[in-house]
Nanobody, 130 residues
């Protein structure tokens, strides 16, 4: 399994970006996928996670109401729509996947820690600045 992020860049405060995470090497249907970020001098933060079926999603408190995660398993792609961006959202964003088979699977209660995710993308920079 390999993950590749795209869609990052420079945006003004209040603007929007949509990050994409494309998987290759395996069928994504049995994998939960999370988005994480790391800002300079700060630890890794769980941004959002989506279950394999897309029936379950969760968000970190700082992004609730502004970010939306979605996926298309047929396209092996997970997106993170980021609206009303703030300078505090500036960071390197990573997508990550963990095997979670089963129609009722979720990302788990501890997904924000990131430790359950075995495959990570290389990361992509998002900068929010005027």
């Amino acid at each position: 399994l390999e993950l590749v992020e795209s869609g990052g860049g420079l945006v003004q405060p209040g603007g929007s970006l949509r990050l994409s995470c494309v998987a290759s090497g395996v069928i994504l249907d049995d994998y939960a996928v999370g988005w994480f970020r790391r800002a300079p001098g700060k630890g890794r933060e769980g941004v959002s996670c989506i279950s394999p079926s897309a029936l379950w999603t969760d968000y970190g408190d700082p992004v609730k109401g502004r970010f939306t995660i979605s996926r298309d398993n047929a396209a092996s792609t997970v997106w993170l729509q980021m609206n009303n961006l703030e300078p505090e959202d500036s960071a390197t964003y990573y997508c990550a996947a963990t095997l979670k088979p089963g129609p009722r699977s979720t990302c788990g209660t501890m997904w924000r820690a990131g430790r359950a995710f075995g495959t990570w993308g290389q990361g992509i920079q998002v900068t929010v600045s005027a």
